[in-house]
């Protein structure tokens, strides 16, 4: 399994933007599909974006689309969340997530339980 470190998060206000970066282990990365996904107190965990393995597929929630914009460099094994337009409702630990047997059909690269490897988190709060 690849391990996985989430950084970046932090405070902001309304409006401003935040860079969520997600640095993986191992020689494989590559061959990973990575996704975002976020958890607010008393919600449950959702998808927020996802990638494909070459980084040529992008996939987004309709709640952040125009707004996010996820990324991957597969030589230095990082998946980005670049946050811009930042509201209140976004607030929330987010989480990277990686799976090397992910597929995209019926949607499922949305559901968290498609994804066997997880960061722990970083908290993302934004104040209106």
């Known amino acids: 399994q690849v391990q996985l470190v989430e950084s970046g998060g932090g405070l902001v206000q309304a409006g401003g933007s935040l860079r969520l970066s997600c640095a993986a282990s191992?020689?494989?990365?590559?061959?990973?599909?990575m996704g975002w996904f976020r958890q607010a107190p008393g919600k449950e965990r959702e998808f927020v974006a996802a990638i494909s393995r070459s980084g040529g597929g992008l996939y987004y929630a309709d709640s952040v689309k125009g707004r996010f914009t996820i990324s991957r460099d597969n030589a230095e094994n990082t998946v980005y969340l670049q946050m811009n337009s930042l509201k209140p409702e976004d607030t929330a630990v987010y989480y990277c997530a990686a799976d090397r047997y992910l597929t995209y059909e019926s949607n499922s690269f949305t559901r968290a339980s498609a994804y066997a490897s997880w960061g722990q988190g970083t908290q993302v709060t934004v104040s209106s």
């Open positions: 191992g020689r494989t990365f590559r061959s990973y599909a």
